[in-house]
Structures are given as structure tokens and as C-alpha cells.
């Protein structure tokens, strides 16, 4: 399951207005255990987007927020590539976003790690990705518009959340295009999760 790129918004009064958006990837477009992205000649402009990523342990329903912290125990980083190109594309047209998302390999998954390892809590994790050796994005859990459990709350309400499920959380600043050639690496709370190179 793809994850929200934009978890609320504040509102003019400055409170917090929680409205998650949330889309879809399939299967399909996973890519594991640190294997290559091949960029798609369908696209001019891929980015990334480096993500939290949690992994639903069972399956629940209409999930009260209090309660979303027992559907999950691990988490990692993720990149979410877009094609950016036909993103804008679809937007100028008021059309789905499908393409722009979920093609092959647009959604890169790192090692997970048990909450229980970090000495922080869910809402206190740093990540940060490099390109070629440079950092270009970093965040903190804490700076999310919304939680992770207002997340699997709100999405709940909407679809049944199964085991195996992925949230991808939502991204930093610093998103940017990759070229072939690329090696993004990921990291979490100072763990390296991933290695992907562009080809």
C-alpha cells in the first residue's frame, strides 16, 4: 500500500486541520533488498521522496486512534519515487495520480527495524537520505503534520488495513530529481536501511 505524501494541513487560525491524503502501489512497485532502479523511459523527471514506513502487524478495521499503536511494531525508510512529469500532467488534467506513482519499482523499501531497538518513540525518529554522498533530505517523526496512529486510523476508517500492509508516512523537504548514475542511501535514527542505485 502506498502512504500519504501529505499527512494536514493548518489552517488560517494556525490549529492543526487533520485532512491525511492518501494513494495506492501495487506490488508491483516495491523494489527490496537493494536492488537497482531502472529509470522508466516513460519519464523526464523522477524524484525521490524518502519516507518513514511502517508494516501493519494484523488485521484491523475502523482503528480508534488510541488503539493503531498495536497494529504495528516495526518500522524503515522508504523512497517513493514519482514521476513528476506525468504527475503534473494528470493534475493540469484533474486526473488520478496512478502513473505518477505506481509504476515499477517506484517504491523502495529498506530493512525494517522492531520499535523496541530506538530509544525514542515512533514520533521521535530521525531519517535522513544521501545522494552521492550528500544529504538531501532530513526530518524527524515529530515534525509530521499528523501522527503515524492518526494515519492507520484515518486510512482504517476508509479500507481494511491487512497484515503485511505498507504506510509510507510522507516526506521531508529537499525532494529532488535522480540521474542514472545515482546511489541514494537511507537512514534511520543512524542505522543504514537502504542502498539504491540509479541505472
Not at 516495526?74 to 502513473?99: C, E, H, N
Not at 519499482?105 to 527495524?113: E, M, R, Y
Amino acid at each position: 500500500m502506498g502512504g500519504t505524501s501529505s499527512c494536514g494541513a493548518r489552517g488560517a487560525d494556525g490549529a492543526s486541520q487533520y485532512c491525511p491524503y492518501f494513494f495506492l502501489k501495487p506490488d508491483s512497485a516495491l523494489l527490496l533488498k537493494n536492488q537497482p532502479f531502472f529509470y522508466p523511459e516513460f519519464s523526464q523527471r523522477i524524484e525521490y521522496e524518502t519516507e518513514l514506513v511502517v508494516r501493519i502487524d494484523k488485521v484491523g478495521k475502523s482503528i480508534e486512534e488510541r488503539f493503531a499503536h498495536k497494529y504495528y511494531s516495526s518500522v524503515t525508510v522508504g523512497i517513493d519515487f514519482t514521476a513528476r512529469d506525468l504527475q503534473q500532467q494528470a493534475k493540469q488534467k484533474g486526473m488520478p495520480w496512478t502513473l505518477s506513482k505506481g509504476f515499477d519499482g517506484s517504491a523502495v523499501l529498506g530493512d525494517f527495524i522492531p520499535l523496541s531497538e530506538f530509544e525514542n518513540d515512533i514520533q521521535n525518529l530521525s531519517f535522513s537520505l544521501t545522494r552521492n554522498g550528500e544529504v538531501v533530505q532530513h526530518g524527524n517523526t515529530r515534525d509530521m503534520l499528523c501522527s503515524v496512529d492518526r494515519m492507520i486510523s484515518y486510512i482504517s476508517d476508509f479500507m481494511l488495513l491487512r497484515t503485511g500492509d505498507l504506510i509510507y508516512t510522507g516526506t521531508p523537504a529537499g525532494v529532488g530529481p535522480v540521474a542514472i548514475g545515482d546511489i541514494l542511501e537511507g537512514t534511520l535514527e543512524g542505522h543504514h536501511i537502504l542502498t539504491c542505485r540509479i541505472k
